[in-house]
């Protein structure tokens, strides 16, 4: 038997339009963790798919624990063979408890009916030996925070033995708790000797977890090898394929005008008498735990959801939202975090995701769309963005999660606003394209439009903002200058749960 | 202390809520026609009632297995036609009556295979797949005797039976057709909270993508929960046929949405993986109280259905407000 768990040479596989793979190779050893990286849409999900059984591949030799797989794997056979994967997109039936969940497609049977209670103990047990003890199996997953779901997602990738486990961006959507949480897991897994193969785009992360590195770029294998043997800059020179020295370019533009300013703002639990101010040519960045009520304070300015009291003066003028189409139509725009649930219409091809929102701009006085400026939009688009698309009438579903992304934050660009929130704008996002978004950040505060971000990535927030405010618990706990404050200070402020907030 | 904490985990069933609200609305739609008339308590009227709900509640488990799995079932007010049309031919042209139950049951199943051809393999949406069963089921039920409706079914031993057994007969005050409906509402009770088909009719109602990433099979599913639909049609259309002692062309017309407002008054979501059948039982008497209560109570049949429209949807909404709140209140 070979040295590898897992084998992977010569793998194609193309979709209509896109080579997503050409003549990939990976190698898998026992008992290690290897990080898969690349851009968006390199084809690392897909490389992933092809191994656990849901694409099949074009060409190419696999071979799982000295198996030579002949033809075509499906998902079974893969999880059969030991091979579980963990979405990119978490997979889970909300409506179901997490016992049912982790045992969906291959319940326990007994007497002709579902051995709940025996499920229930197995699961519990699974649980347990992640060292999760206070889960209960009966709780219904869609009630559960997303870091837990996840957990649920690994414990039934053990409940088939996995000896191979792979995880498509599992810290993408976590909280910093969580991860520390999960990275506790994978280091427990490697002990039992599952080898993991671990996709993230968080670079800063990897040094806590992994062993091995293997890079690919734009559908191609181009290294591999340990990951102590690397320097951050070769990492990401080999993913890029050019050098990038700035990961966070920061633009310094003198601080113009107020151009909102929040009084006193009041919206359910999570956002309790918010106030702040937004300068011509700042970024002011929004800093807190997962949960601290920043997302339901942009949703509340943006009339996504519904204000109790509190006022939005932009521009000298007290504003009345009640909608977001209010918000749209007077100059503020905001770029949602859930990309699936909120930012994108995934059925709907990229040209009319890009265009929905900018309808009023692309109708004539009858309401006829006018293809032309509509193509003009969608060109300006895709170029600002690079985004990575067979062609503007293919699927927004079809694109790699990271260029899903960028559709959303270009259909928000198409426009002239006069404030624009971000809100978890790099969740996904390659190094390149982070950098392509926090330039467009910079071209906004130029042309002196005010930017708003919201951000759970430290780095992001101290390294692209002007000014930070932190938020604990739906209350604005402090505000730091980013240049000379310590991330102590910010956690500080992001944990002042009991205290009266200044 | 013991007895609040097993209220509470019954309440946090996930539906169990719903499902009670409906119940509560029995109640009070019941107390508001006994003051109206005070007929409406009598045993007179109450025992005549329970039978009325049977064909309610038989589609409305159908359609909201059916639900629960994220599809809809327009086929089944058709196929009731059809059943009823198919087995009363067969009766009035000699064949045994038990024989041509049978027949029928087959050919009902035979659609329900076909809506899930249609829907679980073929993709199409279900509300065209089952369009297009619904048309051509009416136009078999109207062919088989030759446009007409049929006669009388007759009175020997057998067809006098099934008379017995679907509609006429009972033991003390529950009808037979009452204790049929019951079972089949326990068995399928039972099949969706215990059996692995129930748990996988959730799961691909609940997020289709990873149901079947999980292993499960998605043709199997839908076509099951589309057999389960054809069947309770099917006992719904020999009801209907044993209490006319005869076919009719017209024979469930628009029942489908009677499913489906059975359905949804008892707590199933017609967006699919949630909702708990018992509900369905108090779903089918709200349907049947209002057009029994309202006819006691004199209102114009005009009047009596934008009345039960506007309630229908008024308990729906209701039951969304109810839900939503929890959610706000719930929400971190
Ligand atoms: N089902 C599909 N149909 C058509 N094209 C697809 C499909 N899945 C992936 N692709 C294409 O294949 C390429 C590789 O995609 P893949 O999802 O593997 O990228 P990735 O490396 O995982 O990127 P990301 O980091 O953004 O998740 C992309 O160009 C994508 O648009
Ligand atoms: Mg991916």
Redesign the pocket.
């Known amino acids: 038997m070979s040295e590898y768990v897992v084998l992977m040479e010569h793998i194609t596989k193309t ?2 339009g ?1 080579k ?1 793979l050409d003549d990939v190779q990976l190698h898998l050893k026992t008992g290690e963790v290897m990080a898969l990286l ?10 992933m798919k092809i191994l656990s059984g849901v694409y099949t591949r074009d060409s190419g030799k696999m071979e799982i624990f000295g198996q030579d797989i002949v033809g075509d794997l499906n998902t079974k056979q893969a999880q059969d063979l030991g091979v579980a994967i963990i979405h ?1 997109e978490l997979n889970m039936c909300q409506h179901l408890t997490v016992a049912n969940n982790m045992f969906l497609g291959r319940e326990l049977i007994k007497n002709g009916r579902l051995d709940t209670k025996e499920m229930n103990r197995q699961a519990q047990e699974q649980l347990a030996k992640l060292g999760i003890m206070d889960l209960d199996p009966n709780a219904t997953v869609g009630d559960l925070p997303v870091g837990r779901q996840q957990m649920v997602e690994i414990a039934k990738a053990l409940l088939i033995n996995a000896k191979v486990l792979i995880m ?2 599992p810290s993408s959507s976590l909280s910093n708790a969580e991860i520390t949480e999960m990275f506790r897991i994978v280091h427990e897994l490697k002990a039992m000797g599952t080898a993991i193969v671990y ?1 993230s ?1 968080r670079l800063q992360e990897l040094h806590n977890i992994v062993d091995s590195v293997t890079i ?1 770029r734009d ?1 191609k294998y181009i290294t591999e090898g340990k990951f102590k043997d690397f320097t951050m800059e070769e990492i990401i020179a080999n993913m890029v394929g050019r050098e990038i020295t700035n990961q966070f370019p920061r633009d310094q533009v003198a601080r113009g005008k107020k151009i909102l300013e929040i009084k006193n703002l009041n919206a359910g639990r999570m956002v309790r008498d918010v106030s702040f101010d937004l300068y011509e040519g700042e970024v002011l960045g929004f800093s807190g735990l997962v949960g601290a009520g920043r997302t339901e304070t942009m949703r509340a300015i943006f009339g996504a959801d519904v204000k109790e009291s509190g006022e939005i003066i932009l521009d000298g003028k007290k504003l009345t939202i009640r909608k977001p189409d209010d918000a749209i139509r007077q100059g503020i725009v905001l770029a949602p975090e859930d990309r699936k649930k909120e930012g994108l219409c995934t059925k709907l091809s990229i040209r009319d995701n890009i265009a929905l929102p900018n309808l009023d701009l692309i109708c004539n006085s009858t309401g006829k769309i006018n293809k032309k400026i509509e193509d003009e939009m969608i060109e300006k688009g895709k170029n600002s963005l690079t985004i ?3 062609g503007p009438d293919s699927q927004a579903g ?6 899903q992304q960028k559709v959303v934050v270009a259909k928000w660009l198409a426009r002239e606003s006069r404030v624009v929130i971000f809100d978890e704008p790099t969740r ?1 996002i ?1 190094v390149a394209a982070k950098v392509e978004i926090y330039q467009i950040i910079n071209t906004l505060k130029k042309r002196g439009i005010g930017v708003i971000i919201v951000s759970s990535e430290m780095p992001e927030v101290m390294g692209i903002s002007d000014r930070v405010i932190v938020m604990c618990n739906g209350k604005v706990t402090g505000e730091v200058d980013p240049r000379t404050v310590s991330e102590e200070e910010i956690m500080t402020y992001a944990t002042q749960f009991g205290e009266n907030a200044s | 202390m013991e007895k609040k904490n097993s209220f509470h985990k019954f309440m946090s069933i996930p539906g169990m809520a719903s499902v009670l609200t409906a119940f509560v609305g029995v109640v009070i739609l019941m107390i508001i026609f006994t003051f109206m008339n005070p007929n409406f308590i009598s045993q007179r009227n109450l025992v005549p009632l329970s039978r009325s709900i049977c064909p309610y509640l038989l589609v409305g488990i159908g359609q909201g297995i059916v639900c629960i799995t994220g599809n809809i079932d327009l086929s089944i007010g058709s196929v009731l036609g059809m059943s009823a049309m198919i087995s009363a031919t067969l009766i009035c042209n000699g064949v045994n009556p038990i024989l041509a139950l049978v027949i029928t049951i087959i050919a009902c199943l035979a659609v329900g295979v076909v809506n899930g051809v249609l829907v679980g393999k073929f993709k199409l949406p279900p509300f065209i797949g089952t369009l297009g069963t619904m048309t051509i089921c009416r136009g078999l039920a109207e062919i088989v005797n030759g446009n007409y409706n049929t006669g009388d079914i007759g009175t020997s031993g057998m067809a006098t039976a099934i008379r017995d057994i679907f509609y006429y007969g009972k033991v003390g005050f529950i009808y037979y057709g009452v204790i049929v409906s019951l079972i089949i509402w326990f068995v399928f009770n039972y099949i969706m909270n215990y059996t692995r088909t129930g748990r996988h009719i959730y799961a691909i109602g609940s997020n289709v993508d990873a149901a079947r990433l999980s292993g499960v099979d998605v043709f199997k599913t839908t076509t099951v929960a589309y057999l389960i639909s054809a069947f309770c049609s099917c006992i719904a259309g020999f009801i209907t046929m044993a209490a006319a002692g005869m076919g009719s062309m017209q024979a469930g017309l628009s029942y489908e949405m009677y499913g489906v407002a059975a359905a949804v008054i008892g707590g199933i979501s017609t967006l699919g993986g949630s909702g708990l059948l018992v509900g369905t039982i108090a779903g089918a008497s709200v349907w049947a109280i209002l057009q029994n209560g309202l006819t006691l109570a004199n209102v114009p049949v005009a009047i009596r259905n934008i009345v039960i429209g506007v309630i229908v949807v008024a308990c729906v909404l209701l039951d969304i407000m109810r839900r939503n709140g929890v959610k706000l209140g719930k929400k971190k």
């Not at chain 1, 690349?38 to 490389?47: I, M, W, Y």
């Not at chain 1, 079809?398 to 260029?403: A, E, K, Y």
Request: glycine fraction near 22%; charged fraction near 20%; charge should be negative.
């Open positions: 979709f209509p896109v997503a690349g851009e968006n849409g390199a084809g690392k999900s897909t490389l990119q498509d961006e996709i785009h690919m559908g990575k698309m067979p079809s694109l790699s999660g990271g260029n996904g390659d």
